[in-house]
């Protein structure tokens, strides 16, 4: 396992992403959500460790304590950012996986980089704007209502800020204000429902049966939205199905 910092050139300034790499063989982007990059480090070690795969998993700037340069604000810009690392790392027939706004990211990774992106995992993600079933209000929650409706089990998921650390509590602010700067209040993109239909990627949609977050019905609007896309519902979890059920996640994989 190696972790290196790439500084990719875009046309707001210099964006610096730190990409830890485990394993080898065909290409693996995993793409966090708002819980953060540790969300997928373990699973990102047991699917290295698995199949014979070489697995990125970078770290949002901005999460995790790196730095945001100002001008990277939007979930598309993000995207932007890793299609010009996989241009830098001329990688192709790359899968993108990502959970909740990751799995937004991965889908418009997806729509920016065609070439080089061969299948999308979308997992409990976000950016639709859905009248028939809208995602929670996040931004209005309190972290302990954040974990009674992500997890499939909230018992042992809760977070005692108290009980951090003045450097883990600076972290997990500075990760609220990345997820705020990415995906806006709404954590949602109008246009997004209708540009899904130029995806080329194999698409599978994921979603975790007990995710009250983004519900199920959410998921299977996303599914249609993406031309051929399958949908796979996982019992036993929530909105993070790689940590609840990561057997079932891995399966997916192989």
């Known amino acids: 396992m190696s972790s290196r910092t790439y500084t990719l050139s875009m046309p707001y300034g210099d964006v610096p992403v730190t990409v830890t790499e485990r394993g080898a063989g065909a290409p693996v982007v995993l793409l966090h959500g708002g819980a953060g990059p540790d969300s997928f480090a373990g699973f990102g070690d047991e699917l290295a460790a698995r199949f014979p795969l070489r697995v990125l998993t970078p770290v949002h700037p901005g999460f995790g304590g790196t730095p945001r340069p100002e001008g990277l604000d939007s979930i598309r810009k993000l995207a932007e950012v890793y299609a010009r690392l996989l241009a830098e790392l001329d990688l192709t027939g790359v899968t993108v996986a990502g959970n909740s706004i990751g799995g937004w990211v991965a889908a418009e990774v997806a729509l920016a980089a065609p070439d080089r992106v061969s299948r999308l995992l979308v997992i409990d993600g976000a950016g639709l704007v859905s009248a028939e079933h809208p995602p929670a209000d996040f931004p209005s929650l309190t972290l302990d209502q954040v974990t009674e409706l992500s997890w499939a089990n909230p018992e042992g998921h809760r977070i005692d800020?108290?009980?951090?650390?003045?450097?883990?509590?600076?972290?997990?602010?500075?990760?609220?204000?990345a997820l705020a700067a990415y995906s806006g209040p709404s954590m949602s993109d109008p246009s997004l429902a209708g540009r899904l239909s130029g995806i080329t990627a194999d698409t599978l949609v994921v979603w975790g049966e007990a995710d009250r977050m983004f519900t199920p019905g959410?998921?299977?609007?996303?599914?249609?939205?993406?031309?051929?896309?399958?949908?796979?519902?996982?019992?036993?979890?929530?909105?993070?199905?790689?940590l609840e059920t990561p057997e079932a996640m891995l399966a997916l994989f192989g």
């Open 161 to 177: 800020l108290s009980a951090l650390t003045d450097a883990q509590r600076a972290i997990f602010g500075g990760n609220r204000a």
């Open 218 to 242: 959410y998921g299977k609007e996303y599914a249609a939205a993406i031309p051929g896309a399958a949908f796979r519902l996982l019992p036993g979890a929530g909105h993070l199905p790689q």
